[in-house]
T-cell receptor
Framework: EAQVTQNPRYLITVTGKKLTVTCSQN?????MSWYRQDPGLGLRQIYY???????DKGDVPEGYKVSRKEKRNFPLILESPSPNQTSLYFC?????????????FGQGTRLTVV | RKEVEQDPGPFNVPEGATVAFNCTYS??????FFWYRQDCRKEPKLLMS???SGNEDGRFTAQLNRASQYISLLIRDSKLSDSATYLC???????????????FGTGTQLKVEL
């Protein structure tokens, strides 16, 4: 089954404790991205990757890091989480960001930073 | 001005009603357009792509107006199960040689009632 898998689904952590949210897709997609979703602000792109070892900042990259060492995996790293990073996070993948290509989303990770 | 804008709603409509959502975008170079559906606390899923000539899928019709830079979604004979948040998404050309970026509106909430 074609899917994007995120882990964990729920996470409560303390300020400053490094964490990683994993994302894996089994569709051989080139393009992957991370979004955060907040009430009234919608989905905002954090980082994206056009292929292995090619990553770039989205609209709200501050406080986050990513890596793309393999095509299928695109982890999101919070080196020193802060309460303003409490949010619902989605990983997405698509064949390319080009014309009429569907983005597939993971089930989301609800992160609370206290 | 936001790149993609939607009325957040909520739109409360009776079962069987016809409801229409609009979404405006600011970048005239945008290349592709989509409507996604998001159920509460779940991941967005593609509802339909929006083609230049307009397209229909059962009770759903999507249209694109490039001159006025908006897309629309029409739902006929609405069902209780149509209750969800509808997100428009626009593929925006990247800056400085970066890839295209899928930018989402904040979503319009639809509640279909008996």
């Amino acid at each position: 089954e074609a899917q994007v898998t995120q882990n964990p689904r729920y996470l409560i952590t303390v300020t400053g404790k490094k964490l990683t949210v994993t994302c894996s897709q089994n569709m051989n997609h080139e393009y992957m991205s991370w979004y955060r979703q907040d009430p009234g602000l919608g989905l905002r792109q954090i980082y994206y990757s056009m292929n292995v070892e090619v990553t770039d900042k989205g609209d709200v990259p501050e406080g986050y890091k990513v890596s793309r060492k393999e095509k299928r995996n695109f982890p999101l790293i919070l080196e020193s989480p802060s309460p303003n990073q409490t949010s619902l996070y989605f990983c997405a993948s698509s064949l390319s960001p080009g014309v009429n290509t569907e983005a597939f989303f993971g089930q989301g990770t609800r992160l609370t930073v206290v | 001005r936001k790149e993609v804008e939607q009325d957040p709603g909520p739109f409360n409509v009776p079962e069987g009603a016809t409801v229409a959502f609009n979404c405006t975008y600011s970048n005239s170079a945008s290349q592709s357009f989509f409507w996604y559906r998001q159920d509460c606390r779940k991941e967005p899923k593609l509802l339909m792509s929006v083609y230049s000539s307009g397209n229909e899928d059962g009770r759903f019709t999507a249209q694109l107006n490039r001159a006025s830079q908006y897309i629309s979604l029409l739902i006929r004979d609405s069902k209780l199960s149509d209750s969800a948040t509808y997100l428009c998404a626009v593929n925006v050309p990247g800056l400085t040689g970066g890839g295209n970026k899928l930018t989402f509106g904040t979503g319009t909430q639809l509640k279909v009632e008996l």
